[in-house]
Structure formats: C-alpha cells, structure tokens
C-alpha cells in the first residue's frame, strides 16, 4: 500500500509535505473528502455486525452492556462494566508491549506499539473465574494487573504452548457441527466473499481500501481468543460447558477466524470484530 499521493496534493493545509497521505499511516486514517484524515476505526457498536453474528449473542452483550459482568474477588462476586473490563485487558497489553500516543482533532489517543500490534491479549470470563491468553506468553507485570484486581485464585494463565483443537463436535440449532480445519476454511471463505462485496460497495464510494485481504481470513489455532475457549475446556472443574456464554475481551479487534469459532462456541465477544472495519484491520484505540 502507497501511504502518500504520487503527485503534489492540491490541498495546502495538513502540512509542508504535499506527498503524505494521512501522515504516513494509512492503517489509522483515511481521507475520503481529500481535506482532513478521518479516524478509519469506528466506535461503539459499529464493532459488531449485525449480519453475521447470531442475535442471541447480540442480545446477550447487550445485557452485559446494561447490568455488567459477575466475577470473583478478593472481597466476593463484584460486578464490572464492560468499560472496567475492557480498561484492565487494554492496561495488560499496553504494559506488557508499551503504547504509542497521538493528538487527533485536539483528542489525545493511545493505541499499540508495532510489535504489540502483533501481540493480542484476551480476557475471557467463564463461570465468574478469569482465564488470560496471549499470542505469545502473558508476562509477569499483565499478570500482575489481573492478580492484583481478582484475585491470584481467580485468575487461570493460559500457556503459551495451547492451541485450539480441531475435530471438536458442537451443537448447533440441534445439529452436530463438526469444527474440523475444513469446515471453519470454508466458512471463512464465504465470509471473505461477504466481505470482498462489502469493500466494493466502499470502493465504488471513493474509499481508498487495500486489496489484499486474502492473509485476514486464515485460520489460525494459536490467536489470543482461541487460547482462551481451548483453555477452558481443558481446565479441571470447566471444560465444553463452561466455554458456552462466556465472556470474552481482547486488546484488538477479533479476526475473522476467531470471531468465527467465537460464534459458534457461543462465546459473547465484548470488543468488536474486524470485519466491521473498511480493511478488516485489528486496531483499536485502548480504552484507558
């Protein structure tokens, strides 16, 4: 991708390069009027779609958006916002990967480090305990951050060695789904299809929109929210059950093969999914 114009830009007020497109970095921004760089990532419930995403999953973050989520304490079962919650994973990620800081339309704004972008960490919540994953390994300090707000005992630390296990059954509207590594390809490759319509439509209305989404709907066995369903189904006193409904938030926005195995695990993605941005991209503003 160019991140700058090939010729001089006509407009003379973003700056004495006349060559730069949203300064550089058009993963962040977009210039759809050629007059100001607009935030590409939306807010809110524009992280979810409403196409894909079962309605009774809808529904039930919508509750959780209202009444919060129980977990245990120190002190007790302590109800958190979903804000509160997305704070403390988002504090995780930043001090274990460092933060980079912007000014936007006089807003100052923190998103991750390059090598943080790489780096998701999930928090997840099934039956009131909190299970962390990474993509990689959950260092000393964001394992601090949960210990010190839950509690060392209510906290389970997924290894960095767990994969999500293939040729699980799971029932579906009274069928048996077989989540083998064909299944889940080609329901990624129906929605890239939905998805590669959707650009366009983005494309025909001036977007300016990377091509190569191809990379963005892979399977993969070892991202940050996946670790996190598997190691609850192999904790003692969890297991399939307890993966159902639970609670999942992420320092990015979940990629297609994690929010396709979140949907049909029945796992209730708090954050957002990066379908629902223009490139399919994972980054998000932390919330802290």
Request: overall charge neutral; hydrophobic content about 30%; some cysteine.
């Amino acid at each position: 991708m160019v991140a700058r114009f090939t010729q001089e830009d006509v407009y003379r007020g973003d700056g004495l390069n006349l060559y730069v497109y949203v300064v550089n970095n058009p993963l962040l921004w977009f210039d759809p009027s050629g007059y100001k760089k607009c935030d590409r990532i939306p807010d809110g419930e524009d992280y979810y779609d409403e196409y894909f995403e079962p309605q009774e999953l809808r529904n039930m973050r919508a509750e959780i958006k209202k009444n919060g989520v129980i977990v245990n304490t120190p002190e007790g079962e302590r109800t958190f916002t979903m804000e509160e919650l997305q704070i403390i994973t988002d504090r995780m990620h930043m001090t274990q990967h460092g933060m980079e800081e912007r000014i936007e339309d006089g807003i100052t704004k923190y998103t991750y480090t390059q090598n943080g972008s790489k780096s998701p960490t999930a928090l997840t919540i099934a039956n009131k305990h909190v299970f962390l994953s990474l993509a990689g390994s959950v260092s000393k300090n964001a394992r601090k951050i949960a210990q010190d707000i839950f509690g060392e005992d209510n906290v389970t630390v997924i290894p960095n060695s767990k994969k999500y296990k293939l040729d699980s059954e799971l029932e579906i509207k009274k069928k048996t789904i077989i989540m083998s590594q064909e299944f889940i390809k080609s329901g990624l490759n129906e929605r890239k299809g939905k998805f590669a319509n959707k650009r366009e439509k983005e494309i025909k209305k001036g977007g300016n929109l990377s091509k190569n989404i191809n990379d963005k709907f892979e399977f993969g066995d070892g991202h940050a929210e996946v670790k996190g369903i598997q190691g609850i189904k192999d904790t003692k006193g969890f297991g399939d059950d307890a993966v159902r409904y639970s609670v999942q938030f992420c320092s990015h926005l979940s990629c297609p093969s994690c929010s396709f195995i979140q949907m049909h695990e029945k796992v209730i993605n708090c954050t957002g999914f990066s379908e629902n941005t223009r490139n399919a991209i994972y980054t998000r503003n932390y919330n802290i």
